[in-house]
């Protein structure tokens, strides 16, 4: 699974903050210790040095059986230096080292492999990322209210939006669970506010917590960063390159409203180059628009239409818009 630097970046962020919250609590502890028993600063110091003979030791400047005194003499050192803690009406572990992660002991790896305290975090941070950029913030499966869809049957199908979107609930929500390297690509369209957008989010939420990384935008922002990138419209070019990166090598990527955008060569250019790389590399997309697979046709090259036919699983979204129900 690839991991978004960015994201990656804040977690490694907020470990390195509770790592320095956790050792000022221990300095705090430790300053404590001292001033009510001078004795364990001496202690301390003694330790250290015992430390300090097993380097000797191991770089060979010292006797090889001299190891067994120094242990023992470290042994008692640390036996002194409880007592005089309980002594001094301290829990005879105060000074005791305390990892947040006995794991990884807060370093958030263990060997190359992220430990599981920071994949915990990446994922927090992606869910907070997520929240931010949908619309609602709060999209879930549980959620999702398929009341709002009409029961009458739809004239040219002879099927209710309500059924209809059952049965595309039901994959969405299959979808999210099962999402992996062989997964398909989803094509969401229909008419505005019937639950495309909804819907990505719910799977994006899951697809998060499972630990892939997730990258969410309008066509028209993601058309904007392709844009920055090769023409360098930005006094930051790197950090329009690594955008562009983003979108093309996150686990999954939802381009949303497409046919939004003010379509050029460029926009149908990026569009392909977007689509073909990440089917290329076996990389999952969901792709929504407001425009019928026909309008889309005559907006962008057949090319992409076939890979959009082809290559994704397309659900049809019918019904009246489901924003207004909801207002009412």
């Known amino acids: 699974m690839?991991?978004?630097?960015?994201?990656?970046?804040?977690?490694k962020d907020t470990l390195e903050e509770k790592r320095r919250r956790n050792s000022e609590r221990f300095e705090y502890r430790l300053q404590q210790a001292y001033a009510r028993v001078p004795?364990?600063?001496?202690i301390d110091a003694e330790i250290r040095e015992t430390m300090t003979d097993l380097v000797a030791v191991a770089l060979g400047a010292a006797h090889v059986q001299h190891v067994e005194d120094i242990r023992l003499k470290n042994l008692d050192l640390q036996e002194q230096r409880r007592s005089e803690l309980v002594r001094a009406g301290f829990p005879g572990d105060y000074l005791d080292d305390e990892y947040m992660c006995q794991y990884c002991n807060d370093t958030g790896f263990i060997k190359t492999e992220m430990c599981v305290c920071l994949i915990e975090l990446y994922k927090k941070?992606?869910?907070?990322?997520?929240s931010s950029l949908f619309k609602l913030g709060c999209e879930t499966f549980d959620s999702f209210k398929l009341s709002y869809y009409g029961d009458a049957p739809a004239p040219d199908t002879g099927i209710s939006p309500r059924r209809s979107m059952e049965?595309?609930?039901e994959i969405c929500v299959e979808y999210a669970r099962n999402f992996g390297e062989k997964s398909t690509n989803l094509f969401f369209v229909g008419p505005t506010g019937?639950?495309?957008t909804f819907l990505s989010a719910?799977?994006?939420?899951?697809?998060?917590?499972?630990?892939?990384s997730v990258v969410y935008d309008v066509a028209s922002s993601i058309f904007s960063k392709f844009e920055d990138a090769k023409f360098l419209r930005t006094s930051n070019p790197e950090e329009a390159r690594a955008d562009v990166r983003r979108c093309l090598?996150?686990?999954?990527l939802i381009l949303d409203d497409l046919g939004t955008e003010m379509t050029t060569s460029f926009t149908v250019s990026a569009l392909f180059e977007l689509i073909n790389t990440r089917l290329v590399t076996g990389k999952k997309m969901i792709v929504n628009s407001n425009l019928t697979t026909d309008e889309l046709r005559r907006r962008y090259s057949e090319q992409i239409m076939s890979r959009l036919e082809g290559e994704y699983q397309v659900l049809t979204f019918r019904g009246d818009d489901i924003r207004k129900k909801r207002n009412i």
């Open 2 to 11: 690839a991991t978004d630097g960015r994201i990656l970046a804040k977690a």
């Open 39 to 42: 004795r364990i600063r001496a």
């Open 125 to 130: 941070e992606q869910r907070e990322s997520l």
């Open 167 to 169: 049965k595309i609930f």
């Open 194 to 196: 019937l639950g495309k």
């Open 202 to 212: 719910c799977i994006a939420r899951v697809v998060a917590d499972s630990g892939h």
């Open 249 to 252: 090598e996150c686990d999954f």
